[in-house]
């Protein structure tokens, strides 16, 4: 499998982007991809991805450099805890870090490290592990902004429920700086599970494609549903497209990140339906 996926990327770095993209969305959607007349959001996202507009977004994917954006929103008591930056694991004092916290590289995806008892931490698998990180390129393929954003090593405070495990992740889609739904994620530190809410918190299905609906089961309300909505509009003002990441403990709001490209711009559980209507939403 490994193998098939080194030779998958060696041949998509030998095509164009506006070629890949078309092929990526004619094996998900089963139709050609439309960039002269955008018609749904996930292809105005790869619009902006192909035209190059995207890249003027990484200092807002950056998740180390995106904390002074928050700040000047005023929501810097939104933020967590930051024990500090490298850009050499090698330079990390694990002696002054908490038991517990977070370390991740700031461009991209799933380049996190969680910490929950730092006395079983291989220090030296941890510190190969960032450096590797921080050597390759992932995204140019598909998510070039990434690749424009100045890497570094952050450590952060560890965001937990009250009952030791990973807070659910509230992702607000928001168009023109209007919140349309909110994607919820459960689960993260297993099988993560969708679940699709309207800001009246109603379950939304008719947003998701049939073979994800199993993942939709209800789940409360958070207590701090109001301010999450407050906040995530505030963030969202200036964007055509975005989706703000936030996290309610119970007792607190944090926030998590600005994503400009979910899923590649490909946005694979959602009905076609659910595109058209999301790109129509902005001229409401």
């Not at 450096?131 to 560890?158: G, S």
């Not at 309207?198 to 109001?226: H, M, Q, S, T």
């Not at 999450?228 to 998590?256: H, N, P």
Request: positive net charge.
């Amino acid at each position: 499998m490994r193998k098939i996926k080194i030779l998958l990327v060696k041949v998509t770095s030998l095509i164009s982007l506006k070629f890949y993209y078309r092929l990526a969305y004619f094996h998900n959607r089963g139709k050609w991809l439309n960039l002269k007349k955008t018609t749904n959001l996930s292809e105005f996202i790869i619009s902006q991805i192909v035209s190059g507009e995207i890249n003027a977004y990484a200092i807002y994917a950056d998740k180390y450099r995106v904390r002074n954006f928050v700040k000047k929103r005023g929501l810097s008591h939104i933020l967590t805890q930051l024990y500090g930056s490298w850009t050499d694991a090698n330079d990390i004092n694990f002696d002054t870090l908490p038991n517990q916290f977070v370390l991740k590289q700031n461009a991209g995806c799933k380049l996190n490290i969680i910490c929950f008892d730092k006395t079983k931490l291989d220090i030296q698998e941890v510190r190969n592990k960032l450096n590797h990180w921080m050597q390759i390129k992932v995204f140019a393929r598909k998510e070039p902004h990434y690749d424009r954003i100045e890497k570094c090593i952050i450590a952060e405070e560890l965001i937990q429920d009250g009952l030791g495990n990973l807070p659910v992740d509230y992702k607000f889609q928001c168009i023109n700086g209007k919140i349309h739904h909110i994607l919820v994620c459960t689960d993260r530190d297993k099988s993560t599970r969708l679940h699709m809410y309207g800001l009246n918190w109603i379950r939304k299905n008719n947003l998701v494609k049939k073979k994800n609906e199993k993942y939709d089961d209800a789940i409360p309300r958070p207590k701090n549903l109001d301010k999450m909505i407050e906040y995530a509009a505030i963030l969202a003002q200036g964007f055509e497209y975005v989706r703000v990441d936030l996290y309610d403990t119970g007792d607190k709001v944090y926030f998590g990140e600005l994503t400009f490209t979910p899923h590649s711009g490909l946005l694979r559980y959602y009905t076609i339906e659910a595109l058209e209507e999301m790109l129509k939403f902005r001229d409401h």
